[in-house]
Protein backbone atom coordinates (compact mmCIF):
# COMPACT_ATOMS: atom_id res chain seq x y z
CA UNK A 1 0.00 0.00 0.00
CA UNK A 2 1.10 3.51 -0.77
CA UNK A 3 -0.15 6.74 -1.07
CA UNK A 4 1.97 8.31 -3.61
CA UNK A 5 0.42 7.62 -7.19
CA UNK A 6 -0.78 4.25 -9.00
CA UNK A 7 2.68 4.58 -10.62
CA UNK A 8 4.65 4.74 -7.92
CA UNK A 9 7.68 2.33 -8.03
CA UNK A 10 10.85 1.79 -5.90
CA UNK A 11 14.30 0.08 -6.80
CA UNK A 12 15.01 -2.81 -8.20
CA UNK A 13 17.02 -5.99 -7.83
CA UNK A 14 16.90 -6.69 -3.94
CA UNK A 15 14.35 -3.47 -3.52
CA UNK A 16 11.88 -5.26 -4.98
CA UNK A 17 10.19 -2.70 -6.71
CA UNK A 18 9.62 -1.12 -3.10
CA UNK A 19 12.68 -0.12 -1.65
CA UNK A 20 12.61 4.16 -1.55
CA UNK A 21 8.90 4.32 -1.45
CA UNK A 22 7.59 6.65 0.95
CA UNK A 23 3.96 6.67 2.50
CA UNK A 24 4.02 2.67 2.21
CA UNK A 25 3.26 -0.46 3.87
CA UNK A 26 4.97 -3.69 1.92
CA UNK A 27 4.72 -7.49 3.31
CA UNK A 28 7.61 -8.56 1.71
CA UNK A 29 7.73 -12.59 0.14
CA UNK A 30 11.56 -13.00 -0.56
CA UNK A 31 12.85 -16.29 -2.24
CA UNK A 32 16.16 -15.23 -3.29
CA UNK A 33 19.15 -18.09 -3.08
CA UNK A 34 17.00 -20.41 -0.95
CA UNK A 35 15.08 -17.83 1.46
CA UNK A 36 12.06 -18.03 2.27
CA UNK A 37 10.89 -15.20 4.48
CA UNK A 38 8.20 -12.53 4.82
CA UNK A 39 7.57 -9.13 7.38
CA UNK A 40 6.35 -5.96 7.31
CA UNK A 41 8.48 -2.98 6.01
CA UNK A 42 7.35 0.78 6.16
CA UNK A 43 7.84 3.83 4.10
CA UNK A 44 10.16 2.14 1.54
CA UNK A 45 12.46 0.49 3.67
CA UNK A 46 14.13 -2.75 3.13
CA UNK A 47 16.34 -5.29 3.98
CA UNK A 48 17.47 -8.88 3.74
CA UNK A 49 15.56 -10.09 6.99
CA UNK A 50 12.56 -11.00 8.02
CA UNK A 51 10.56 -14.17 9.24
CA UNK A 52 10.98 -17.61 7.95
CA UNK A 53 8.09 -18.84 6.32
CA UNK A 54 9.93 -22.34 7.09
CA UNK A 55 8.46 -24.33 3.38
CA UNK A 56 9.86 -23.44 -0.23
CA UNK A 57 7.41 -20.92 -1.58
CA UNK A 58 8.99 -20.80 -4.92
CA UNK A 59 8.84 -24.57 -5.82
CA UNK A 60 6.15 -24.19 -8.53
CA UNK A 61 3.54 -24.54 -6.22
CA UNK A 62 -0.16 -22.70 -6.30
CA UNK A 63 -0.44 -21.28 -3.30
CA UNK A 64 -3.07 -18.92 -1.69
CA UNK A 65 -2.21 -15.61 0.73
CA UNK A 66 -4.22 -13.95 3.04
CA UNK A 67 -3.24 -10.61 4.01
CA UNK A 68 -5.73 -8.84 7.34
CA UNK A 69 -5.37 -6.11 9.39
CA UNK A 70 -7.36 -6.42 12.48
CA UNK A 71 -7.29 -2.12 12.37
CA UNK A 72 -8.92 0.33 10.57
CA UNK A 73 -5.95 1.79 8.91
CA UNK A 74 -7.17 5.10 7.78
CA UNK A 75 -8.04 5.99 11.87
CA UNK A 76 -4.36 7.52 12.18
CA UNK A 77 -4.71 6.95 15.68
CA UNK A 78 -1.19 6.26 17.03
CA UNK A 79 -2.21 2.98 18.65
CA UNK A 80 -0.12 -0.24 17.10
CA UNK A 81 -1.81 -2.32 14.31
CA UNK A 82 -1.64 -5.41 13.39
CA UNK A 83 -1.18 -7.21 9.85
CA UNK A 84 -1.47 -10.87 9.64
CA UNK A 85 -0.32 -13.19 6.80
CA UNK A 86 -1.29 -16.69 5.98
CA UNK A 87 0.08 -18.86 2.86
CA UNK A 88 -1.42 -22.14 2.04
CA UNK A 89 -0.05 -24.42 -0.52
CA UNK A 90 -2.67 -25.42 -2.66
CA UNK A 91 -0.77 -28.11 -4.65
CA UNK A 92 0.47 -30.26 -1.36
CA UNK A 93 -2.31 -30.23 0.88
CA UNK A 94 -0.05 -31.90 3.32
CA UNK A 95 1.62 -29.00 4.10
CA UNK A 96 0.40 -27.02 7.12
CA UNK A 97 -0.49 -23.43 6.11
CA UNK A 98 2.30 -20.76 7.50
CA UNK A 99 0.58 -17.96 9.43
CA UNK A 100 1.84 -14.82 11.57
CA UNK A 101 0.65 -12.18 12.88
CA UNK A 102 2.94 -9.10 12.59
CA UNK A 103 2.45 -5.91 15.37
CA UNK A 104 6.15 -4.35 14.05
CA UNK A 105 7.74 -3.84 11.40
CA UNK A 106 11.13 -5.41 10.93
CA UNK A 107 13.28 -2.97 12.81
CA UNK A 108 10.78 -3.76 15.74
CA UNK A 109 9.06 -0.64 16.01
CA UNK A 110 5.13 -0.58 15.65
CA UNK A 111 3.21 0.93 13.54
CA UNK A 112 -0.10 3.03 12.65
CA UNK A 113 -0.94 2.28 9.07
CA UNK A 114 -2.98 5.86 8.60
CA UNK A 115 -0.32 7.73 9.84
CA UNK A 116 2.32 5.72 7.42
CA UNK A 117 0.25 6.18 4.49
CA UNK A 118 -0.14 10.16 5.42
CA UNK A 119 -4.17 10.26 5.00
CA UNK A 120 -7.09 7.74 4.34
CA UNK A 121 -6.90 6.86 0.70
CA UNK A 122 -3.57 4.65 -0.52
CA UNK A 123 -3.08 2.62 -4.05
CA UNK A 124 -2.85 -1.18 -3.39
CA UNK A 125 -1.03 -3.65 -5.85
CA UNK A 126 2.09 -5.65 -6.45
CA UNK A 127 6.13 -5.05 -6.96
CA UNK A 128 8.63 -7.42 -7.74
CA UNK A 129 12.26 -7.40 -9.06
CA UNK A 130 15.15 -10.25 -9.73
CA UNK A 131 18.96 -8.90 -9.65
CA UNK A 132 21.89 -11.27 -10.49
CA UNK A 133 18.99 -14.36 -10.61
CA UNK A 134 15.84 -14.30 -11.86
CA UNK A 135 11.98 -15.84 -11.07
CA UNK A 136 8.72 -15.72 -12.60
CA UNK A 137 5.58 -15.20 -9.85
CA UNK A 138 2.31 -15.03 -11.41
CA UNK A 139 -0.67 -13.38 -9.92
CA UNK A 140 -3.38 -15.65 -10.74
CA UNK A 141 -6.59 -13.95 -8.66
CA UNK A 142 -6.53 -11.35 -6.59
CA UNK A 143 -9.27 -10.35 -3.94
CA UNK A 144 -9.75 -6.72 -1.96
CA UNK A 145 -12.06 -6.48 1.21
CA UNK A 146 -14.27 -9.42 -0.30
CA UNK A 147 -14.56 -7.67 -4.21
CA UNK A 148 -12.70 -9.45 -6.80
CA UNK A 149 -10.27 -7.37 -8.44
CA UNK A 150 -10.08 -8.39 -12.52
CA UNK A 151 -5.91 -8.46 -13.18
CA UNK A 152 -5.78 -6.51 -16.64
CA UNK A 153 -2.52 -5.98 -18.51
CA UNK A 154 -2.60 -2.77 -19.68
CA UNK A 155 0.91 -2.91 -21.51
CA UNK A 156 -0.08 -5.39 -24.00
CA UNK A 157 2.25 -7.17 -26.45
CA UNK A 158 5.27 -5.20 -28.27
CA UNK A 159 7.17 -6.06 -31.37
CA UNK A 160 10.56 -6.28 -29.95
CA UNK A 161 12.14 -6.99 -33.26
CA UNK A 162 11.84 -7.26 -37.22
CA UNK A 163 13.64 -9.69 -39.19
CA UNK A 164 13.81 -9.80 -43.32
CA UNK A 165 14.94 -13.17 -45.57
CA UNK A 166 15.46 -14.50 -48.47
CA UNK A 167 17.36 -17.85 -49.13
CA UNK A 168 20.57 -15.95 -49.94
CA UNK A 169 20.51 -15.14 -46.26
CA UNK A 170 19.70 -18.38 -44.35
CA UNK A 171 19.51 -20.86 -46.81
CA UNK A 172 21.71 -24.44 -46.40
CA UNK A 173 25.90 -24.10 -46.25
CA UNK A 174 28.82 -25.22 -44.56
CA UNK A 175 31.06 -22.09 -46.33
CA UNK A 176 33.03 -20.70 -43.42
CA UNK A 177 32.67 -17.10 -45.56
CA UNK A 178 29.13 -17.61 -45.96
CA UNK A 179 28.75 -18.61 -42.11
CA UNK A 180 30.69 -15.55 -41.14
CA UNK A 181 28.97 -13.63 -43.30
CA UNK A 182 25.68 -14.01 -41.49
CA UNK A 183 27.24 -13.34 -38.45
CA UNK A 184 28.84 -9.71 -39.53
CA UNK A 185 25.64 -8.74 -41.38
CA UNK A 186 23.29 -9.92 -38.06
CA UNK A 187 21.59 -12.53 -39.83
CA UNK A 188 19.54 -14.41 -37.62
CA UNK A 189 20.28 -18.09 -39.12
CA UNK A 190 16.32 -19.12 -38.97
CA UNK A 191 14.89 -15.78 -39.42
CA UNK A 192 17.28 -13.48 -41.46
CA UNK A 193 18.31 -9.91 -41.46
CA UNK A 194 17.76 -8.07 -38.20
CA UNK A 195 16.58 -4.58 -39.58
CA UNK A 196 18.29 -2.12 -37.21
CA UNK A 197 15.67 0.41 -35.06
CA UNK A 198 16.63 4.14 -35.47
CA UNK A 199 18.38 6.17 -38.12
CA UNK A 200 19.53 2.89 -40.03
CA UNK A 201 16.02 1.41 -40.09
CA UNK A 202 15.87 2.67 -43.71
CA UNK A 203 18.81 2.43 -44.90
CA UNK A 204 18.60 -0.33 -48.15
CA UNK A 205 18.83 -3.83 -48.08
CA UNK A 206 21.55 -4.34 -50.72
CA UNK A 207 21.36 -8.04 -51.15
CA UNK A 208 20.43 -9.37 -55.13
CA UNK A 209 17.94 -12.01 -54.05
CA UNK A 210 15.69 -8.97 -52.13
CA UNK A 211 13.35 -10.43 -49.49
CA UNK A 212 10.74 -12.84 -49.92
CA UNK A 213 9.81 -13.02 -45.94
CA UNK A 214 9.25 -10.85 -42.74
CA UNK A 215 9.07 -12.11 -39.53
CA UNK A 216 7.95 -10.15 -36.62
CA UNK A 217 9.29 -11.07 -32.70
CA UNK A 218 7.48 -10.19 -29.40
CA UNK A 219 7.79 -10.19 -25.46
CA UNK A 220 4.43 -12.53 -25.41
CA UNK A 221 3.22 -15.57 -27.09
CA UNK A 222 1.04 -14.92 -29.88
CA UNK A 223 0.31 -18.29 -31.03
CA UNK A 224 -3.24 -17.82 -29.96
CA UNK A 225 -3.57 -14.48 -31.60
CA UNK A 226 -1.26 -14.50 -35.06
CA UNK A 227 -2.61 -15.14 -38.12
CA UNK A 228 -1.44 -15.21 -41.91
CA UNK A 229 -4.20 -12.42 -42.52
CA UNK A 230 -3.12 -10.16 -39.69
CA UNK A 231 -0.27 -8.82 -41.21
CA UNK A 232 -0.30 -6.64 -44.29
CA UNK A 233 2.30 -5.18 -46.73
CA UNK A 234 1.96 -2.33 -48.15
CA UNK A 235 4.72 -1.08 -51.32
CA UNK A 236 5.37 1.80 -53.51
CA UNK A 237 6.13 0.10 -56.73
CA UNK A 238 3.52 -2.72 -55.45
CA UNK A 239 0.57 -1.08 -53.85
CA UNK A 240 -0.14 -4.43 -51.72
CA UNK A 241 2.00 -7.46 -51.80
CA UNK A 242 0.54 -11.15 -51.08
CA UNK A 243 1.29 -13.43 -48.32
CA UNK A 244 0.76 -16.60 -49.37
CA UNK A 245 2.08 -18.75 -45.85
CA UNK A 246 2.69 -18.01 -41.79
CA UNK A 247 4.13 -19.75 -39.33
CA UNK A 248 4.71 -19.34 -35.72
CA UNK A 249 7.71 -20.24 -33.36
CA UNK A 250 6.29 -20.62 -29.87
CA UNK A 251 9.96 -20.85 -28.68
CA UNK A 252 10.89 -17.50 -29.46
CA UNK A 253 7.39 -15.88 -29.93
CA UNK A 254 7.96 -15.14 -34.01
CA UNK A 255 5.77 -14.91 -36.26
CA UNK A 256 7.10 -15.28 -39.73
CA UNK A 257 5.30 -14.70 -43.28
CA UNK A 258 5.88 -15.82 -46.67
CA UNK A 259 5.57 -13.07 -50.02
CA UNK A 260 4.49 -14.81 -53.02
CA UNK A 261 7.41 -13.18 -54.99
CA UNK A 262 10.44 -11.88 -53.12
CA UNK A 263 10.78 -7.74 -53.33
CA UNK A 264 14.11 -6.19 -54.94
CA UNK A 265 13.19 -2.80 -55.36
CA UNK A 266 10.60 -0.91 -53.34
CA UNK A 267 9.94 0.95 -50.17
CA UNK A 268 7.58 -1.37 -48.12
CA UNK A 269 5.64 -0.54 -44.99
CA UNK A 270 4.48 -3.95 -42.61
CA UNK A 271 1.69 -3.01 -40.75
CA UNK A 272 0.08 -4.73 -37.78
CA UNK A 273 -3.75 -3.94 -37.52
CA UNK A 274 -4.64 -3.57 -33.77
CA UNK A 275 -8.07 -4.11 -34.32
CA UNK A 276 -7.10 -7.81 -35.77
CA UNK A 277 -4.46 -8.13 -33.01
CA UNK A 278 -5.28 -8.30 -29.59
CA UNK A 279 -3.35 -6.35 -26.96
CA UNK A 280 -0.76 -5.14 -29.71
CA UNK A 281 0.63 -2.09 -28.51
CA UNK A 282 2.51 -1.06 -31.65
CA UNK A 283 3.09 2.73 -32.38
CA UNK A 284 6.61 3.21 -34.05
CA UNK A 285 8.46 6.43 -35.62
CA UNK A 286 10.52 5.31 -38.52
CA UNK A 287 13.76 6.47 -38.12
CA UNK A 288 13.33 7.31 -34.20
CA UNK A 289 11.96 4.71 -32.37
CA UNK A 290 13.84 2.03 -30.70
CA UNK A 291 12.53 -1.60 -29.89
CA UNK A 292 10.25 -2.76 -28.31
CA UNK A 293 7.62 -0.59 -30.02
CA UNK A 294 4.68 0.75 -28.39
CA UNK A 295 3.48 3.56 -25.73
CA UNK A 296 3.52 1.17 -22.67
CA UNK A 297 -0.49 1.52 -23.42
CA UNK A 298 -2.17 -1.73 -25.11
CA UNK A 299 -3.84 -0.21 -28.55
CA UNK A 300 -1.94 1.12 -31.27
CA UNK A 301 -1.47 -0.45 -34.72
CA UNK A 302 2.74 -1.48 -35.73
CA UNK A 303 3.40 0.09 -38.93
CA UNK A 304 7.32 -0.17 -39.87
CA UNK A 305 8.69 0.67 -43.29
CA UNK A 306 11.59 -1.18 -44.70
CA UNK A 307 13.88 -0.29 -47.84
CA UNK A 308 15.08 -2.54 -50.17
CA UNK A 309 16.90 -1.92 -53.30
CA UNK A 310 19.47 -4.82 -54.69
CA UNK A 311 23.22 -3.66 -55.53
CA UNK A 312 22.85 -0.51 -53.12
CA UNK A 313 26.19 -0.85 -51.47
CA UNK A 314 26.62 2.12 -50.15
CA UNK A 315 22.54 2.06 -48.59
CA UNK A 316 21.74 5.61 -49.66
CA UNK A 317 18.42 5.15 -52.07
CA UNK A 318 20.26 4.82 -55.55
CA UNK A 319 22.71 2.11 -57.37
CA UNK A 320 25.81 4.89 -59.06
CA UNK A 321 29.15 5.23 -59.49
CA UNK A 322 29.44 5.19 -55.60
CA UNK A 323 28.19 2.10 -55.03
CA UNK A 324 30.82 0.62 -57.69
CA UNK A 325 33.57 2.74 -55.70
CA UNK A 326 32.73 1.26 -52.99
CA UNK A 327 32.43 -2.51 -54.03
CA UNK A 328 35.76 -2.04 -55.92
CA UNK A 329 37.55 -0.72 -52.81
CA UNK A 330 37.02 -4.15 -50.82
CA UNK A 331 37.71 -6.61 -54.42
CA UNK A 332 39.15 -9.94 -52.52
CA UNK A 333 38.06 -9.12 -49.40
CA UNK A 334 35.98 -11.85 -47.34
CA UNK A 335 34.22 -12.46 -44.15
CA UNK A 336 36.98 -14.51 -42.59
CA UNK A 337 39.75 -12.05 -44.18
CA UNK A 338 37.94 -9.11 -43.96
CA UNK A 339 41.14 -6.62 -43.89
CA UNK A 340 41.37 -3.61 -41.79
CA UNK A 341 40.66 0.35 -42.46
CA UNK A 342 38.73 2.02 -44.78
CA UNK A 343 38.44 -0.79 -47.40
CA UNK A 344 37.61 -3.69 -45.01
CA UNK A 345 35.16 -6.53 -45.43
CA UNK A 346 31.83 -5.16 -45.21
CA UNK A 347 28.66 -7.11 -45.92
CA UNK A 348 27.11 -4.35 -47.60
CA UNK A 349 29.12 -4.67 -50.17
CA UNK A 350 29.02 -8.60 -50.79
CA UNK A 351 25.85 -8.17 -52.38
CA UNK A 352 25.68 -11.61 -53.18
CA UNK A 353 25.81 -12.41 -49.47
CA UNK A 354 28.09 -15.38 -49.98
CA UNK A 355 31.34 -14.12 -47.44
CA UNK A 356 33.19 -12.82 -50.27
CA UNK A 357 33.42 -9.63 -52.53
CA UNK A 358 34.73 -10.16 -55.83
CA UNK A 359 33.86 -10.26 -59.37
CA UNK A 360 30.77 -11.20 -59.20
CA UNK A 361 29.73 -8.86 -57.18
CA UNK A 362 30.98 -5.91 -59.00
CA UNK A 363 29.13 -7.52 -61.97
CA UNK A 364 25.48 -7.23 -60.17
CA UNK A 365 25.83 -3.25 -58.99
CA UNK A 366 26.74 -2.62 -62.88
CA UNK A 367 24.03 -4.53 -64.31
CA UNK A 368 21.73 -2.16 -61.61
CA UNK A 369 22.91 0.66 -62.28
CA UNK A 370 20.63 3.97 -62.60
CA UNK A 371 18.07 2.02 -60.51
CA UNK A 372 16.57 3.95 -56.87
CA UNK A 373 13.98 3.63 -54.51
CA UNK A 374 11.02 5.28 -55.89
CA UNK A 375 10.31 8.60 -54.82
CA UNK A 376 6.62 8.21 -52.78
CA UNK A 377 5.65 6.35 -49.83
CA UNK A 378 3.81 3.25 -48.99
CA UNK A 379 0.77 3.37 -47.27
CA UNK A 380 0.62 3.86 -43.22
CA UNK A 381 -2.56 2.15 -42.68
CA UNK A 382 -3.92 -1.63 -43.32
CA UNK A 383 -7.03 -0.69 -45.26
CA UNK A 384 -8.55 -4.10 -45.38
CA UNK A 385 -8.67 -6.31 -41.86
CA UNK A 386 -8.07 -9.94 -41.46
CA UNK A 387 -11.55 -12.25 -41.53
CA UNK A 388 -10.51 -12.77 -37.56
CA UNK A 389 -10.62 -9.18 -37.28
CA UNK A 390 -14.08 -8.64 -38.93
CA UNK A 391 -15.82 -11.40 -36.79
CA UNK A 392 -15.34 -9.71 -33.48
Known sequence: MQSNSPTTLGGGGGSLGSAGVGNSVAVKFDIY???????????????????DIGFDIANGHKYHVTI??????????????KITVRIQDLTDATV?????????????????????????????????????????????????NGQNIPLVDNTGSHVTQVFVNSTQLTGATTNANTLAFRTTAGVDPVFGYAVP?????????????????????FDADMAATLQQGDLVVRGVNTPTYTITGFSYDPTTK????????AITNDKIRLILDDAGVAGLD???????????????????????????????????????ALDLSFVKQRQNRTATNPGVGTAAYSPFADVDANGSINALDLSAVKQRQNRSLPTGEPAITALLFSNKAISR
Open 282 to 320: GEWTDNGDTYPSGNGTAGGDFAFKVHILGGDATQDGRVN
Open 96 to 144: APYEESFTTDHLGAGFDIGQVLGGDCAFIGFSGATGGENAEQQILNWSF
Open 197 to 217: AGANQTKSIPWTAGINQVALR
Open 33 to 51: NGINETGVYLNGEMADDGS
Open 68 to 81: TTDADYADGDGTSD
Open 254 to 261: TGVWTLST
